[in-house]
């Protein structure tokens, strides 16, 4: 384990020990003051979110972006801050704590037995959100977990999950895919953050009047499984209650081989996606590389990774 991954380890053990025990308006200032602070600094993080923006919100100028950067990193950081307390929130708390518009949309899918794909992007905090339908709804559901270095800091993120009420599994490809069609087959919830490929190997869109790769893994789960597909988005307002919506779903197509289905409706997603991103841009935490052509080399330095 290298000196950075064994920071890393500690740092987000130190959270999780400490900030939940923290008083809450101490912990959002201390959220509010570490984003302010990263986004003073200009790392390649904050400046690739600001040129993520800047796709999302292609009129906008440079000091509105910059206000949207900051605005992002307080969103990134009210994420972490919730995170590592929502393991000592009650269950009172956890319901109380998040408003989705559309919910029917989800309910009436869990009460047909077909099984329910819930795909969502990188938005407020998504793990609220799954621990509010484990609690709330009391369904429990399959999701899948990027693979992170060190692996103790990976088995972190599994137990954090876990004690939420998920059902884990590592993102190791087909292993994986198997294990989510049985759920699902079985009349289960499988919910998965899809916006961006970790594979080199999902689907081309048009995302913002650019192309870029989702997962195809939704698509096909729901065209395998016969499951039901439903986007979601997340937002903060000015409350403590995070808000989000359930769209409607993602049908598949009666005509057509097994990959132009998959394309129409990752394309679905990827426009579901949008419309919840443009209209709360701040709370879209991508801080990576996500169009096909950032993704390019580039001839100068010091360009946002």
Known sequence: MSARERLADALYGLGWSTVKRLPEPVAVRLGRTVADLAWKRRGKGVRRLESNYARVVPDASPERLAELSRAGMRSYLRYWMESFRLPAWSAARVRSSFHPEGLHHLTDGIASGRGVVLALPHMANWDLAGAWVTTELKTPFTTVAERLKPETLYDRFVAYREGLGMEVLPHTGGAAFGTLARRLRDGGLVCLVAERDLSASGVEVDFFGDR???????????QQTGALLLPVTLW??????????????????????????TSVMTQALADAFATGIADHPEDWHMLQRLWLADLEPRP??????
């Open 212 to 222: 870029t790769r989702m997962p195809a893994g939704p698509s096909l789960l729901a």
């Open 236 to 261: 903060y307002d000015d409350s403590p209650v995070m808000q989000g919506r359930v769209h409607p779903p993602v049908e598949t197509p009666e005509s057509g081989t097994r990959a132009e289905k």
């Open 300 to 305: 100068a330095d010091g360009d946002p990774a």
